[in-house]
């Protein structure tokens, strides 16, 4: 099993899969993701050659990264102080 990210939905009802640990991309059927899945999506999926044969929806990393990205807005939004000069 490898960790995917579901990036992003195409026009002709596919999704865009990464899987990072083997630098590929794949284009699944909207169909065939897990109930739940949206864009942002972290994955846990099965690949045979060139092929995904099943996917799972990993709720654990996907809320942990999501949580993850919060926090460093919030940081970057509490440091609104600029560094230039104003006349």
Known sequence: MYSAYLDRFTDNNQALIL???LQKEFHVP?????????????LLVEIQGNA????????????????????QMQ?????????FKRD
């Open 19 to 21: 899987v990072e640990s």
């Open 52 to 71: 995904v044969i099943s996917l799972q929806l990993d709720e654990k990393k996907t809320s942990d990264m999501k949580r993850d990205i919060q926090k």
């Open 30 to 42: 909207t169909s065939s993701l897990p109930a739940g899945s949206s864009e942002g999506s972290w």
């Open 75 to 83: 940081r970057l939004k509490s440091k609104k102080t600029s560094r």
